[in-house]
C-alpha cells in the first residue's frame, strides 16, 4: 500500500485536470485496505471517494479528503457449468484487460463492451454499456467493503439495481463503499450482438463473424469516433441520453423528423443527445479550450489541456442551454462532478 500527501490527479482522470488530492492512497489488497481503514476510522470522517481510472469524472476543485485507488488484478474461474463460466474479477483491474482475457480464454459477451475506459469496479457502479450491450447483464454479484457497518458484503445482479448508467452504488450505497471485486457470468459459446447500427454497417453483408473480430470491429469503430484519453482530455459521453413520454416524443418527430432516438417501452423514447447537439450547430465548437469533439458531439474535449473543471462545466450549461432552447429537453451530464 501507498500513501501520498498533496498529490496531483492530473495522470488520474481522463480529462487531464489538475488539482490536488490531501491524500491519496493505492493499495493492492483488500486486506490491507480494510486493516487500515480498520485502524485509521478518522480518516473517514472527512470526504473520501474510491477512484478507479477516473475517466468518467469530473474535478472541479482540489479535493479536500482522501482518495482509495484500487490496484487490485486479480481474475479467478470460481465455477465451470454446462454453457456458462462464473468468474471473480478484482475491482482494480483495467476493464480492457479484462474483456481481452475474457476472448484469449473463449469466454463470452463482452466484446461489445471493448475498450471503454476506467476499471471493472467503476464498471459495476456506473453499469457501462455500449453498441446494445451494459455490463449489468453479465455480473453475478458484487462485493464490498462497507465502511459503515465494517462489514464484507454480495449483493446478488438484481439486489445492484443496475440501470442506465446507474446502480445501487450511485444511490443508496454512494460515498459508503468499497467495492473490491466483481462475479461475471460469461457464456462458453459464443452469443454475439450484432443488431447495433454502427456494427452492422461494419460487417456490411459479411456473417460468420468471431468474437475476436467483433471485438476488434469495436474497437476500430470506437476509435474512429471517439477520442484517445491519451491524446485529448476526455471523459467519453459527457451526457447521458435523455428519455422523454410519448406526448414530448410525438411532437419532437414532427418537429424533427430526422430525429434519432431508440424505443425504450410504449411510453418512454431515448433520444440520441449526441444528435441533438450536433443538430444545434455546436460540433467542433469551442470556447476557451474547451470544445465538442469534431466526430461525437456528446464528448466534451480538454482541447488544450490546460482548462480547469470549473470551464468545463461552464462550457457543458452553454450546450445544455443551447439544446433547451431547441429541444426545450434538458440534458443530464453522465460524467460525475467531484
Ligand atoms: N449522432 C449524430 N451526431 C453526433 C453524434 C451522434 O448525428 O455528433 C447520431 C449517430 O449518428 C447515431 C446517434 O446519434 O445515429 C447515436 O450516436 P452513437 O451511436 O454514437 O451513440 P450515442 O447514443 O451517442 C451511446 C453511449 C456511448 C456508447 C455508444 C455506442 C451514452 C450516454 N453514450 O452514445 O457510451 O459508446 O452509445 O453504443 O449512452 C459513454 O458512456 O461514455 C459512451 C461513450
Known sequence: MKIFENYCLKENN????RVVADRFIEYDSDDDII????SNEKLLEDKFLVLGEGSNILFTDNFKGTIFHPATKKIEVEQELDNNVIVRVSAGLIWDDFVAWTINNNYYGLENLSLIPGTVGAAAVQNIGAYGSEAGNFIDSVTYYDLRDKSVVTLSCKECEFGYRCSIFKTALKNRIIIMSVKFCLNKFPALN????????????????NPLELRNAVIQIRNN???DPKIIGNAGSFFKNPVVNKVKFDSLLLEFPDLRYYIVNDNNYKLAAGWMIDKCGLKGFEKNGVAVHEKQALVIVNKTGNVSGHDIVKFS?????????????????EVIFV
Open 14 to 17: 481522463t480529462f487531464k485536470i
Open 35 to 38: 486493516q487500515f481503514l480498520q
Open 194 to 209: 450484432t443488431d447495433y447500427a454502427d456494427i452492422k454497417n461494419f460487417f456490411g453483408t459479411k456473417t460468420d463473424i
Open 225 to 227: 469516433k471517439l477520442p
Open 317 to 333: 450549461e452553454y450546450i445544455q442551454n443551447k439544446v433547451f432552447e431547441l429541444f426545450k429537453v434538458r440534458l443530464e451530464p
